[in-house]
């Protein structure tokens, strides 16, 4: 079976079920995960990067390593475990990669506040008729604040408000105890409230 | 500054919804009591609510050119060597059981047939070896270019 192609397959198929075709080299089955993955990875690859180019090629090359080494998923956790724990595996090698042109970027733009430079990649607000631009600010800098926190942290905060990935599954993702991401929950959270608490 | 007397980390987890019945319980028990405390659970619940229902969406994309692109590269993906593609476990248990057989039997043993060529072609040769003083020491010799003198000698040619 090829791209593109009419397939028997159907979206009542688990995904475990269809990384076990993608093993066996079921490009049609590759394709179906693809498009029930594809969103949420940009959008977490983004959120962890906050740059669009580099999160649509991550996430590409997160889809990649899933065509390459399905075979290697035992099934034991769910797929969408495996494949987070893969994609964020990659945006954190990514950022540990490009960090340092990265500050040096934002010395030789004469931008000073790093802040700034996180603002400034930042989207607009979302737009809520009913949230004044006051809220729409504190929400910007909370952001912004989320952009700031370690790594790890952030990671835990993305996969809880965004994915809504419970403790368990968020472990599981950042290959930690339970403990620790609560750990890492809190901390990011006590942070999150002395920014709004700023305001 | 941590008061041991606060739940601490466990009043995030009871935000997220992370702790045990029993744990959760106990965080209850102390939030009844505690208005810091219950201050914390309210303003970390507001802040993760906050971020969960504004989420920043990030820019468009051409989903289609996506999806183009990572086709191109799942096909441009180096296919492994040879050597390095995964073999069936028996297949390889097979394979290195007949290197060791041939490592520990085979090299040190020629074929039943070369060595009755090597045999008779010797017995052919051994009246001339019988005129050589130094044949009984030959194994000594590690230059080649004086076993092949030998060897002329002995068809005639010196």
Known sequence: MGWWTGSALTQEISDEALCQRVAARD???????????????????WSLLRDAEDARDVSQEAFLRVYRTAGSFRGDAKFSTWFYRILVNLCLDHQRRGSWWRRLLVRDDGAGDPEDAVLERQPAPVVDPGDTVGRAQVMT???AAVDRLSPQQRAAILLHVQEELPTSQIAAVLRCSEATVRVHLHRAVGVLRKTVRRD | MTDAR??????????TDALAPA???????????????????????????????????PPELDWGRYRADLRARVQAAPRR?????????????????AALVLAIHGLDRRPTELAAVEETMLGARLPLLQQYRVVERLDLFEDLDAIRQ?????????
């Open chain 1, 27 to 45: 490009e049609a089955a590759f394709d179906l995960l693809v498009g029930r993955y594809q969103g949420r990875a940009y959008r977490l690859a």
């Open chain 1, 141 to 143: 800098k909370l952001w």
């Open chain 2, 6 to 15: 606060h739940p601490d980390t466990a009043l995030t987890g009871y935000v």
């Open chain 2, 23 to 57: 744990e959760r319980a106990q965080v209850a028990a102390h939030l009844d009591d505690c208005v810091d405390c219950r201050r914390a659970v309210e303003e970390g619940r507001a802040v993760l609510t906050a971020l969960a229902g504004h989420v920043p969406a």
């Open chain 2, 81 to 97: 060597a040879w050597w390095a593609r995964p073999v069936p476990a028996m297949v390889a248990a097979g394979v290195a059981t």
């Open chain 2, 150 to 158: 030998l060897d002329r000698l002995g068809n005639g040619g010196g």
